[in-house]
């Protein structure tokens, strides 16, 4: 019963930035304790990029992003934002945010994602 609304994508050359955000609605948001954003590309597996808890802001940065991408949230907002600095091609595709509550259970996708695609 959670909705999630990405927005923020958008075609950008090689080194720039983007700031995606989340809004969520729903019942029971708060026994989301992890929140995430991940990108899929067509054809390719869907990859973790950052995730924050919700109580402590604890983050969370595979190396393939970390200096260079910072996820927040607001959780007054129901938003989790993700901004992305120096991007590079291979930081292309579809961003989707997601939830899990607790560490143990599998991201739950409510949303239908925003493109990014970064130009060589």
Same mark, same amino acid.
């Given at each position: 019963?959670? &909705?999630?609304?990405?927005? !923020? !994508?958008?075609?950008? #050359?090689?080194?720039?930035?983007? @700031?995606?955000?989340?809004?969520?609605?729903? @019942?029971?948001?708060?026994?989301?304790?992890?929140?995430?954003?991940? /990108? #899929?590309?067509?054809?390719?597996? /869907?990859? %973790?990029?950052?995730?924050?808890?919700?109580?402590?802001?604890? +983050? *969370? *940065? =595979?190396?393939?992003?970390?200096?260079?991408? +910072? %996820?927040?949230?607001?959780?007054? $907002?129901? +938003?989790? *934002?993700? &901004?992305?600095?120096?991007? $590079? =091609?291979?930081?292309? !595709?579809?961003?989707?945010?997601? /939830? /899990? =509550?607790? %560490? #143990?259970?599998?991201?739950?996708?409510?949303? &239908?994602?925003? &493109?990014? +695609?970064?130009?060589?």
């Amino acid at each position: 019963q959670v &909705q999630q609304v990405e927005s !923020g !994508g958008g075609l950008v #050359q090689a080194g720039g930035s983007l @700031r995606l955000s989340c809004v969520s609605s729903g @019942r029971g948001l708060s026994n989301y304790a992890f929140m995430g954003w991940f /990108r #899929q590309a067509p054809g390719e597996e /869907r990859t %973790i990029v950052a995730s924050i808890t919700r109580s402590t802001g604890t +983050t *969370y *940065y =595979p190396d393939s992003v970390k200096g260079r991408f +910072t %996820i927040s949230r607001d959780n007054a $907002k129901n +938003t989790v *934002y993700l &901004q992305m600095n120096n991007l $590079k =091609p291979d930081d292309t !595709g579809v961003y989707y945010c997601a /939830r /899990r =509550p607790t %560490i #143990q259970d599998d991201f739950e996708f409510w949303g &239908q994602g925003t &493109q990014v +695609t970064v130009s060589s």
